[in-house]
């Protein structure tokens, strides 16, 4: 068994990873579509995760160059210039359908734990 701080960093590993997979696509194409539909509820355990989600929801492109301009545009006018954005866009190596699990599995962590549909 885990114990709650390890679920809580495995977890958030694992968003991490949704959100590259997200930001950069697979090597079988995009899982951008997937994310936002199967993390349209999810309440990410980081909030720097669930920021970024947000802004990713916002700019409704999956092309990896379009976002990699635009994330840090739209984060500074959110006010959050000082993000580490490339950590988003290092190599993640997750097949498209290992990328959707995992995000089917962030979301099943949550059990219940829903964002409020008013942001």
Do not use: W
């Amino acid at each position: 068994m885990f114990s709650p701080e390890q679920r809580r960093q495995l977890i958030v590993e694992s968003e991490m990873y949704v959100l590259r997979a997200m930001c950069q696509g697979t090597a079988q194409g995009s899982v951008f579509g997937d994310g936002v539909n199967i993390l349209a509820n999810y309440p990410f355990v980081d909030h720097e995760h669930q920021l970024v989600y947000d802004t990713l929801c916002e700019l409704n492109t999956d092309v990896p160059n379009n976002i990699r301009t635009l994330l840090p545009e739209r984060l500074t006018r959110k006010g959050f210039p000082d993000f580490d954005l490339d950590i988003y866009f290092q190599p993640h190596n997750l097949a498209a359908e290992v990328a959707v699990s995992m995000m089917e599995g962030v979301q099943f962590s949550a059990r219940g734990k829903r964002r409020s549909a008013v942001n």
